[in-house]
């Protein structure tokens, strides 16, 4: 498989990275997802493939690697706990699928270079007499009838694919957003408000990353050890929603300098 695939730097402060094995796991990954619809035979079935997908079977994957079979499984739970990816599993594969691939990886210089070129063919292809121009549809209507009915991509099995991989990608989405929510809802001292704490989560723009919520957990944690928030055993730590809403991760600290954490960091 030729080409490359993308690396953004906040891979850095991600628990993947602390972890060499589930790192070259993910590197491995990212490098066996397809970057195009394609469609793959497997056991004499078509599997249609999307971008950021791939099918692994546990056994080559193993010898791929030269791991365990139980280690590529661990890597794969471990990955779907944090968000990375979600997998569909059948009695003859796993359809893995990347969180997040077009974010990460869309080449947006090769949409916009090709489209030029397109608009150019449909303008040199443009007939000038209409009824020739109601011909040409007509031939090009038969023909893309033609290529729906033999692409096997229109299968059942195809589009059953497709449904379930974006409706995996919305599911877990919101599972990405819950588990950032509850790292800092566990680093935050005052426990109480939950469901006001939830709502002024959301309406932070744009909505934090898991990262986003270990660098909130680190910035409560500094600022517990504050007088201000120390004093009269806790009586002035502010609700977790008000300090959400006031964005006061911005606050200086009263004993010592840290990093500020703004929204422009997400």
């Not at 950021?52 to 280690?71: I, P, W």
Request: charged share 30%; proline share 3%.
């Amino acid at each position: 498989m030729a080409g490359y695939v993308k690396l953004h730097r906040k891979c850095l402060e991600s628990a993947v990275f602390g972890d060499s094995d589930l790192w070259r796991f993910w590197c491995w990954c990212l490098m066996k997802a397809s970057y195009k619809q394609r469609q793959v035979l497997i056991s004499g079935s078509v599997v249609c493939v999307e971008p950021g997908q791939f099918v692994l079977g546990r056994k080559s994957a193993a010898e791929s690697l030269g791991v365990t079979e139980r280690a590529v499984r661990t890597c794969l739970k471990n990955l779907e706990k944090l968000g990375n990816i979600e997998t569909k599993t059948t009695n003859r594969f796993t359809l893995v699928t990347l969180i997040n691939w077009e974010l990460y990886q869309e080449n947006e210089d090769e949409v916009t270079n090709k489209r030029p070129t397109d608009d150019q063919q449909m303008t040199n292809k443009r007939p000038t007499d209409d009824h020739k121009q109601e011909r040409e549809e007509g031939k090009e209507g038969k023909k893309g009838k033609n290529i729906e009915s033999n692409d096997s991509c229109a299968s059942v099995e195809c589009t059953d694919l497709i449904q379930t991989s974006k409706s995996i990608q919305k599911q877990n989405q919101k599972k990405q957003a819950d588990t950032a929510f509850e790292i800092f809802w566990a680093a935050y001292p005052k426990k109480k408000g939950k469901k006001q704490a939830i709502r002024a989560w959301e309406k932070i723009k744009p909505r934090p990353t898991i990262a986003d919520a270990e660098k909130l957990a680190q910035i409560v944690s500094l600022q517990a050890r504050t007088p201000q928030w120390s004093k009269d055993g806790g009586e002035f730590i502010p609700l977790p929603a008000t300090w959400l809403n006031n964005e006061r991760w911005n606050d200086e600290l009263e004993t010592k300098t840290h990093d500020v954490y703004t929204s422009t960091d997400w």
